[in-house]
């Protein structure tokens, strides 16, 4: 069991597990390609990250890690002898395309984020599990509404890490104790902004955590906010909800996924169940729409993972 932990430790060394994990299942098979839904801080940006450089994107300018980390003791943490949390800044403005043009665009908003790490430890000071969570704002005095919004996912994330902290602690300790002294339960946190502009904000949050089990887990939730009023946008608001949306999905499900042996009654029928209880994954790349169906779903399991698909705006 201990190598086996070894193992997972070094594969996802650089957080590259948590940064460049797919959405939807990516063996593609030779000479294929997928149009599937994947979060777009690949693996080269990670380098870029650990030597404090700033990365360019499609998006606008990400800056990782510039600078020394700052702390910051978490809301909450000092009450319950949490040591301080680490801070890593991290800030993407608007669309633009370069430092230069990031200034020069009036009226869209400048989300910024920063990765805070609160962590509890043994007797020697030596860390048992730690939890990574994001804090998101906006610039200006145009975007109350959205600076609220943006606030309040980062105080749910924030307290859902302090909830991990509180509930593992101890099963972290006797897992290092009797099982391997190595391993560090943990939640690691991703953020990527693939829309921000004066109409949408839409914000993708991934997170491993290794809490003892044979492998880690991964999740993922997307925001899509509404720029000038905060208020969450449904998949309903920006297209159409309809039979040729279903079967636009079911076909590509088909494409993307040949070596899956779809039952296409359950295919049909869970398709319109997400899509009609909202919940699918889903949020803007590129100019398209990325959908993802939670894992678990067509039948399906970890193996498999969240299967998606990527479809045209309008």
């Given at each position: 069991?201990?190598?086996?932990?070894?193992?997972?430790?070094?594969?996802?060394?650089?957080?590259?597990?948590?940064?460049?994990?797919?959405?939807?299942?990516?063996?593609?098979?030779?000479?294929?390609?997928?149009?599937?839904?994947?979060?777009?801080?690949?693996?080269?940006?990670?380098?870029?990250?650990?030597?404090?450089?700033?990365?360019?994107?499609?998006?606008?300018?990400?800056?990782?890690?510039?600078?020394?980390?700052?702390?910051?003791?978490?809301?909450?943490?000092?009450?319950?002898?949490?040591?301080?949390?680490?801070?890593?800044?991290?800030?993407?403005?608007?669309?633009?395309?370069?430092?230069?043009?990031?200034?020069?665009?009036?009226?869209?908003?400048?989300?910024?984020?920063?990765?805070?790490?609160?962590?509890?430890?043994?007797?020697?000071?030596?860390?048992?599990?730690?939890?990574?969570?994001?804090?998101?704002?906006?610039?200006?005095?145009?975007?109350?509404?959205?600076?609220?919004?943006?606030?309040?996912?980062?105080?749910?994330?924030?307290?859902?890490?302090?909830?991990?902290?509180?509930?593992?602690?101890?099963?972290?300790?006797?897992?290092r104790e009797s099982i391997?002294?190595?391993?560090?339960?943990?939640?690691?946190?991703?953020?990527?902004?693939?829309?921000?502009?004066?109409?949408?904000?839409?914000?993708?949050?991934?997170?491993?955590?290794?809490?003892?089990?044979?492998?880690?887990?991964?999740a993922t939730c997307a925001?899509?906010?509404?720029?000038?009023?905060?208020?969450?946008?449904?998949?309903?608001?920006?297209?159409?909800?309809?039979?040729?949306?279903?079967?636009?999905?079911?076909?590509?499900?088909?494409?993307?996924?040949?070596?899956?042996?779809?039952?296409?009654?359950?295919?049909?029928?869970?398709?319109?169940?997400?899509?009609?209880?909202?919940?699918?994954?889903?949020?803007?790349?590129?100019g398209r729409i990325s959908?993802?169906?939670?894992?678990?779903?067509?039948?399906?399991?970890?193996?498999?993972?969240?299967?998606?698909?990527?479809?045209?705006?309008?």
């Open positions: 069991m201990a190598e086996v932990r070894r193992e997972n430790r070094v594969k996802r060394s650089g957080l590259i597990l948590l940064m460049a994990f797919c959405l939807t299942a990516c063996d593609t098979g030779a000479g294929q390609e997928k149009d599937t839904a994947v979060i777009h801080i690949q693996p080269e940006t990670l380098d870029r990250i650990e030597n404090g450089e700033t990365a360019e994107t499609s998006q606008g300018v990400q800056a990782y890690g510039v600078g020394e980390p700052e702390t910051e003791t978490a809301l909450g943490a000092e009450e319950k002898g949490v040591p301080a949390a680490e801070e890593t800044s991290n800030s993407i403005e608007g669309n633009a395309p370069s430092l230069e043009q990031a200034g020069e665009r009036n009226g869209m908003p400048q989300i910024s984020y920063e990765i805070l790490r609160s962590a509890r430890t043994d007797d020697t000071g030596e860390e048992v599990i730690f939890a990574e969570y994001p804090r998101i704002s906006v610039a200006g005095d145009d975007y109350e509404a959205l600076s609220a919004a943006l606030a309040s996912i980062s105080q749910e994330w924030q307290a859902g890490s302090e909830a991990l902290l509180e509930n593992e602690e101890e099963r972290a300790r006797e897992y391997d002294p190595s391993l560090l339960f943990s939640r690691e946190v991703a953020v990527d902004i693939t829309r921000c502009d004066s109409d949408i904000v839409s914000i993708v949050i991934g997170c491993m955590e290794e809490i003892g089990g044979p492998h880690p887990n991964y925001y899509n906010l509404n720029a000038k009023t905060g208020e969450l946008l449904h998949l309903s608001d920006v297209m159409s909800v309809d039979e040729m949306l279903k079967e636009t999905i079911r076909m590509q499900l088909y494409a993307n996924y040949p070596e899956l042996e779809f039952d296409d009654a359950l295919l049909r029928q869970e398709i319109a169940e997400n899509l009609e209880n909202q919940t699918v994954d889903w949020y803007f790349w590129e959908i993802a169906f939670r894992e678990g779903s067509f039948g399906f399991g970890h193996a498999e993972g969240s299967l998606g698909v990527l479809l045209p705006l309008g």
